[in-house]
């Protein structure tokens, strides 16, 4: 059984996330708001690469751990909610 919100899937179409990758790589700041977004950001744009100069931040440690896992060290709050991020 599927519920919505609970099962995660890539777009069907990823043309669209592609244009705007490739206007992030200039970005100053990311943010990764789960494992599966890393996940997802890199099965659709496997040769990101994200500008040294920016700071990149993960809403917690798995998704810190994730973005490791491309060679992106991220900065992760305590609290993994939107408020440890702030």
Same mark, same amino acid.
């Given at each position: 059984m599927s519920l919505p919100g609970l099962a995660l899937r890539a777009p069907t179409d990823p043309r669209h996330v592609l244009v705007a990758l490739r206007g992030a790589r200039v970005a100053d700041a990311w943010l990764f708001t789960s494992p599966a977004a890393v996940r997802f950001a890199y099965a659709v744009a496997p040769a990101l690469r &994200? !500008?040294?100069?920016?700071?990149?931040?993960?809403?917690?440690a798995g998704t810190r751990a994730a973005l490791a896992r491309h060679g992106v060290a991220a &900065? !992760?709050?305590?609290?993994?909610?939107?408020?440890?991020?702030?």
């Open positions: &994200i !500008a040294q100069r920016a700071r990149v931040f993960a809403i917690g &900065i !992760a709050p305590e609290r993994s909610d939107s408020e440890g991020l702030l």
